[in-house]
């Protein structure tokens, strides 16, 4: 999944695991969780993560070496904010030659920007379970917790405004280049996120079905 923040990775790439019974591995899960349990990884990664930065290649890579080797990834999974850099794109490529089992499809979601930033710092999140709801059309319980399991939701550290916008600023420099890199090898499919989740999660299946009628 690709797309700049905030334009629905994570919600639509949850909807994916459910249906097609594979795991989202998120790049921005396993770093929080690392940043919460203070790992070796946590302690690095918290600077970048709090300035809207990039974490740096070389560590992101080292991760998902590791994450793509456990036994849930072996029929498959959904990458959601990996890669980010074309280093990061690379590499993955030659991991995946290695065990000759290459990318299907990259999804790009593509949203206003504008739009984007109302809908990060809407954002909350469940720091338990991990949903995500948003204030404006998923809002969590009244009393501020989540529905699935009760604890209390949260606003990501990185979800203010100004972060918001050098998120959208790394994105532009450091990932946008990714659209012309997967493009150029045939992977790449557009979609429109500006619609409701379920109107996206629609469109994602639609160039999914095509693209695996293609292969
Ligand atoms: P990461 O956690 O990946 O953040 P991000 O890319 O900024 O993306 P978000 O998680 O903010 O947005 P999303 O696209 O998942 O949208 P969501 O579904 O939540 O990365 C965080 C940080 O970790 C990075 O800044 C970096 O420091 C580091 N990092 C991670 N990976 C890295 C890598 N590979 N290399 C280096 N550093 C890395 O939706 C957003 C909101 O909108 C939600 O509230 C949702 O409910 C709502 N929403 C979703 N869809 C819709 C819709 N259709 N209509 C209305 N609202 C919607
Ligand atoms: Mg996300």
New binding site residues.
């Given amino acids: 999944m690709l797309?700049a923040?905030?334009?629905?990775?994570?919600?639509?790439a949850k909807k994916l695991e459910e249906d097609y019974s594979i795991p989202q591995i998120?790049?921005?899960?396993i770093?929080r969780d690392a940043v919460k349990n203070h790992t070796e990884l946590g302690v690095k990664?918290k600077r970048?993560?709090e300035e809207?930065?990039?974490?740096p290649d070389d560590l992101?890579i080292d991760l998902m070496r590791e994450r793509l080797k456990s036994d849930d990834a072996a029929n498959g999974y959904i990458l959601?904010?990996?890669?980010?850099?074309i280093s990061?794109a690379e590499a993955l490529e030659k991991m995946l030659d290695e065990v000759d089992s290459p990318i299907d499809s990259v999804i790009e979601i593509t949203v206003d920007y504008e739009d984007l930033v109302r809908?990060?710092v809407?954002?909350r999140v469940c720091p338990a379970c991990g949903s995500?709801?948003?204030l404006?059309?998923?809002p969590p319980r009244p009393d501020g917790s989540c529905a699935k399991c009760g604890e209390r939701v949260i606003q990501r550290p990185?979800d203010n405004e100004e972060t918001a916008r050098t998120?959208l600023e790394v994105y532009d420099e450091q990932t946008k280049p990714l659209r012309s890199y997967y493009s150029s090898s045939g992977l790449l499919r557009q979609v429109d996120?500006e619609?409701?989740?379920e109107e996206?999660s629609a469109s994602i299946k639609e160039v999914l079905q095509i693209s695996s009628s293609l292969t």
């Fill in positions: 797309g923040p905030g334009v629905g990775k994570g919600t639509q998120s790049t921005g899960d770093l990664a970048y993560m809207g930065k990039l974490v992101m959601d904010g990996f890669p980010r850099t990061q809908r990060i809407n954002r995500n709801y948003n404006i059309d998923k990185d998120r996120g619609g409701s989740i996206v």
